[in-house]
C-alpha cells in the first residue's frame, strides 16, 4: 500500500541566501551553438530585480537532459549564463527551464525560455498551452550586434507579464 | 505521459503568491493566472549530484574556522521522503542562517547585531540511501526586518532541497518549537493549513540530543512524488 504524505510547505528564499548558494555560470558540456543567455528580471513597478536567484535545466544540442545553472541577479536586476543552444526535446522546441527564487516570492516561478524565430515553436505542445498574445513573453531574442547573445525579459506582476506555469 | 508525472500539491498545502500582510509579495506575484503544464522530460529529469562533492565539515556550521561559534550547539537531522512515503536518496541539502545574535554574514544585512568570526552560516549536505541528513550548528537568533513595525522574524534555518527532479525543487524555512514570534510571522502564516505551517516547525528530541554537548532537532521533509501508477496500486 502507498502511503500518502503531504508535502513540505515552500518558503520564500529571502534576501541573504547568497551567503550558501553558490553560483554557476557556466551549464558544463558546452558541445554545439554556444550562446550568452542575458535574463533581466523586473518587478511590478518596472524595478530591477537585485536579489533573485535563477535556475536553468536545459538538455544539450542533441536534446538529451541535462545542463543546470544557476546565478544570482545583480543590481540591475541582470545575471548572464554561459552555454550552448539546447536542441530538440522529443515534440518540443528548444528551450530552457526556468525557476525564480527571491524575497517577496513564497514559492518559485516556474517559465521557459523560446527562441525567437526558431520554426518549431509553431508545433511546441506547451507554447500550444499559451495564449497566442502572451506567448512573446517567453521568447529570447537576439541582440542586434551579436546574434551569439540572446536577451530573455522577466517582468513579474504586470499587464505584460511573463507567462508562469502551474508545474 | 501520466504514470512518470509528479503529483500536483493540493490547495491549502503551499503559500500564496500574493500575502499581503507579507509586504514584498505586493510587486512580484504573479497578476495572471499561471498556465497548467502536463509534465515532459524537462521537468522529470533534473540534476544529479555526488555525495563526493561535499566537504567533510560542509555539514558542521560548528567546525568550518580556527575557534568554535558562540551559540548554542544543536543538532538537525530528518528524513527528506517523497509524498509516496519514500526515502529520497542522494538529494542536496542547502542550508543558511544567522548566527546566535541575529545576524547574517551578508553585506546587505545592516541588523545593529555583533558578527561572529568564528561562524559563516551555510551547510551542506546529501542524503544517505535511507534519506537522512545530519548537521551540526548553532541555534539561530531572531532578527527585525522592515515588512511592519516591530516586525521580527522568529528564528530560522533556510533550507534547499533538489530532489530527483526539476519539479521536485524546494526552498524553504525551518522554524523552533516554542518561539513566542511564530503566531507574528506573515512569511510562515502564509500557509493556509494549520497543519502546514507545524510541518515548518522542527521537533526537539531527546534521542537526538547528546548529553554534554548539544540539543537534538528532528525536521523531516517530503518533497512532490510521482503518481501511484494502477499497477502499484
Ligand atoms: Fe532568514
Redesign the interface.
Known sequence: M????????????????????TPQTDLGDLTGERIRLVCRIL???G?P?N?AMI?V?Q?GAAGE??R?GRLCTNEDGVCVFETAKPGR??A?AP?V?V?I??????????T?IYFEGEPSNLNDP?LA??PEDRRGTLMARPNAEDSSVWNFEIR????S?T????? | MSQNTYR???PG?????L?KQ?A?????????P??????????T???IFRPSAIGETDHDLTRQHAGEPQGERIIVTGRV?????RAVPNALI???QTNAAGR???A??NHQAPLDPNF?????AVTDENGIYRFVTIKPGAYPWKNHHNAWRPAHI?F?LFGPA??T?????MYFPGDPLIPFDP??Q??PDE???Q??VAKFDLDTTQPDWALGYQFN????GRE?TPF??
Open positions: 502507498i502511503m500518502e504524505l503531504i508535502p513540505t510547505p515552500s518558503q520564500t528564499i529571502g534576501p541573504f541566501f547568497h551567503i550558501c548558494l518587478d511590478g513597478d524595478t530585480v536579489d535556475e535545466w538538455a537532459y541535462g543546470f526535446v522529443a518540443q528551450h527551464n525557476q527564487f527571491a524575497r517577496g516570492l513564497l514559492k518559485q516561478l516556474f521557459r506547451i498551452l499559451v513579474l506582476c504586470a499587464d507579464e507567462v508562469f506555469f502551474d508545474v | 500536483r500539491h493540493a498545502d503551499q503559500p500564496p503568491y500575502y507579507y514584498s509579495t505586493v510587486r512580484r506575484a504573479p497578476s495572471k499561471l498556465i497548467f503544464l502536463p509534465h515532459t522530460l524537462s521537468e529529469s533534473g540534476p521522503l517523497d509524498d509516496n512515503g542547502e542550508i543558511w547574517y554574514r551578508h546587505k544585512d559563516t552560516g551555510a551547510g551542506r533556510h534547499s526539476f519539479c525543487r524546494l526552498i524553504t524555512q512569511v510562515l502564509s500557509i497543519k502546514g505551517r510541518r515548518l521533509i517530503v518533497l512532490r501511484a502499484e496500486k
